[in-house]
């Protein structure tokens, strides 16, 4: 292959491939080593028994065969748009099982291949919980998923200010993302605040978002506020936060965010019902496999070092160590601290956000009769008037808002 040329029918004509350097074949056990990929392998036959014990052996199909040449040479593919979901299918496990998504290399481009061609059917679901090791060691991997529906990110360390944010608000998983759980990651009002920044601001990201896990994070009332943003939150979980359960905390959630309390625990934040599902579901146990069977010490020495060169000084680690994540003690205390909200049916209850507007619209039909002037009464221009709509997004940009859009 290396004097030899590579030709390449496309939309009809014939080209010549001279820049393209294929992977070179897998050394065999024999002495006689082939090193032309197109020369009969012994993976290019199948060996079985007949009836007599006597060994026999069958070709394959040229297309197992040209499906492993591919496989072998995925970075080389420009593109798999087109291609049906069944060649997509075995082409992906092919590639799975010569261990490509391991290498670090090729790996991230070679997902993004398949993620843009094939979507949901590659990752639709990740469950990362408690997984920080895995999220910070196969992060590039990781942010080619763009069409997740769920994703776990409970316990993985992400503090005030991780680089998963600008993927989780970002417009690949806008139209895709709807459940989204980031409890117990040190998160606070001021991490909340960074998170949400790009979608109050810029009115992009996380669009179709419904269900939101912040549980066991050290937030207060002032980050509801920034919740406000998601336009179809229904589903919220703030249990062993700094929120204090009673009436008070009912009412500003109500007048918030519009969710009311749940007196039993929702079923959608249940750990059980969240699994990592697709055709990448046993790459991303792959990954995981290939961790815990690194060297105890270089493991060891690698974590100091990362630490070390993020907090800067070990007593500090040793400080952020013992407020770890809030973790229950026992079942019991679980269920009593659960602080689920969820938004209503509209024909069982109204929240009280949206009485102002009833109030309004009720107010301007019995207006209607008076003859327009440039300044309105006060019994058309009250307390219970809505703001107009132009200037909501101006009215949404505090002091702290306009220093993290000076920061991008």
Same mark, same amino acid.
């Given at each position: 292959?290396?004097?030899?040329?590579?030709?390449?029918?496309?939309?009809?004509?014939?080209?010549?491939?001279?820049?393209?350097?294929?992977?070179?074949?897998?050394?065999?056990?024999?002495?006689?080593?082939?090193?032309?990929?197109?020369?009969?392998?012994?993976?290019?036959?199948?060996?079985?028994?007949?009836?007599?014990?006597?060994?026999?052996?069958?070709?394959?199909?040229?297309?197992?065969?040209?499906?492993?040449?591919?496989?072998?040479?995925?970075?080389?593919?420009?593109?798999?748009? &087109?291609? /049906?979901?069944?060649?997509?299918?075995?082409?992906?496990?092919?590639?799975?099982?010569?261990?490509?998504?391991?290498?670090?290399?090729?790996?991230?481009?070679?997902?993004?291949?398949?993620?843009?061609?094939?979507? $949901?059917?590659?990752? &639709?679901?990740? #469950?990362?919980?408690?997984?920080?090791?895995?999220?910070?060691?196969?992060?590039?991997?990781?942010?080619?998923?763009?069409?997740?529906?769920?994703?776990?990110?409970?316990?993985?360390?992400?503090?005030?200010?991780?680089?998963?944010?600008?993927?989780?608000?970002?417009?690949?998983?806008?139209?895709?993302?709807?459940?989204?759980?980031? &409890?117990?990651?040190?998160?606070?009002?001021?991490?909340?605040?960074?998170?949400?920044?790009?979608?109050?601001?810029?009115?992009?990201?996380?669009? #179709?978002?419904?269900?939101?896990?912040?549980?066991?994070?050290?937030?207060?009332?002032?980050?509801?506020?920034?919740?406000?943003?998601?336009?179809?939150?229904?589903?919220?979980?703030?249990?062993?936060?700094?929120?204090?359960?009673?009436?008070?905390? %009912?009412?500003?959630?109500? %007048?918030?965010?519009?969710?009311?309390?749940?007196?039993?625990?929702?079923?959608?934040?249940?750990?059980?019902?969240?699994?990592?599902?697709? =055709?990448?579901?046993?790459?991303?146990?792959? =990954?995981?496999?290939?961790?815990?069977?690194?060297?105890? $010490?270089?493991?060891?020495?690698?974590?100091?070092?990362?630490?070390?060169?993020?907090?800067?000084?070990?007593?500090?680690?040793?400080?952020?160590?013992?407020?770890?994540?809030?973790?229950?003690?026992?079942?019991?205390?679980?269920?009593?601290?659960?602080?689920?909200?969820?938004? /209503?049916?509209?024909?069982?209850?109204?929240?009280?956000? $949206?009485?102002?507007?009833?109030?309004?619209?009720?107010?301007?039909?019995?207006? $209607?009769?008076?003859?327009?002037?440039?300044?309105?009464?006060?019994?058309?221009?009250?307390?219970?008037?809505?703001? /107009?709509?132009?200037?909501?997004?101006?009215?949404?940009?505090?002091?702290?808002?306009?220093?993290?859009?000076?920061?991008?």
């Amino acid at each position: 292959m290396d004097n030899d040329s590579v030709y390449v029918r496309e939309k009809g004509s014939l080209r010549r491939v001279s820049e393209v350097v294929l992977s070179q074949p897998k050394p065999v056990s024999s002495s006689c080593r082939r090193t032309n990929p197109f020369v009969p392998k012994k993976e290019h036959f199948i060996f079985t028994y007949n009836a007599e014990g006597s060994l026999r052996y069958s070709t394959k199909s040229l297309f197992d065969i040209t499906l492993l040449f591919v496989a072998d040479n995925i970075h080389h593919v420009d593109s798999l748009v &087109g291609f /049906p979901e069944q060649v997509g299918d075995r082409l992906f496990a092919a590639a799975e099982e010569n261990r490509v998504f391991v290498n670090t290399d090729i790996s991230p481009k070679a997902l993004q291949l398949f993620g843009d061609a094939y979507g $949901q059917m590659v990752l &639709g679901s990740l #469950c990362l919980r408690n997984r920080f090791p895995l999220l910070h060691e196969r992060m590039d991997e990781i942010k080619t998923f763009h069409s997740l529906k769920s994703l776990d990110l409970f316990g993985c360390r992400l503090d005030d200010d991780h680089e998963i944010f600008q993927h989780l608000t970002s417009t690949s998983l806008a139209n895709s993302l709807t459940h989204l759980f980031i &409890g117990g990651n040190s998160l606070s009002d001021v991490g909340l605040q960074r998170l949400t920044a790009p979608i109050r601001i810029l009115r992009k990201g996380l669009d #179709c978002l419904q269900l939101l896990d912040v549980s066991y994070n050290p937030i207060s009332e002032r980050a509801l506020r920034y919740l406000t943003c998601l336009p179809k939150l229904e589903k919220l979980d703030v249990s062993g936060t700094r929120l204090k359960f009673g009436a008070g905390l %009912k009412k500003t959630i109500l %007048k918030v965010l519009g969710l009311i309390y749940s007196e039993e625990p929702l079923d959608a934040f249940d750990h059980s019902r969240c699994k990592t599902e697709g =055709w990448a579901e046993q790459v991303v146990n792959q =990954w995981e496999t290939n961790s815990s069977q690194m060297p105890k $010490q270089k493991k060891i020495e690698a974590s100091r070092t990362s630490a070390l060169r993020f907090f800067g000084r070990q007593k500090f680690v040793r400080e952020v160590l013992k407020a770890a994540p809030l973790v229950c003690d026992s079942a019991d205390e679980a269920k009593s601290e659960r602080l689920h909200f969820y938004r /209503p049916a509209a024909n069982n209850h109204t929240p009280e956000n $949206q009485d102002p507007f009833k109030e309004n619209h009720r107010v301007k039909n019995s207006c $209607q009769g008076v003859k327009k002037r440039p300044h309105q009464s006060d019994g058309c221009d009250g307390e219970h008037r809505s703001p /107009p709509t132009k200037r909501l997004p101006s009215s949404a940009l505090t002091a702290e808002d306009v220093d993290l859009l000076n920061s991008y």
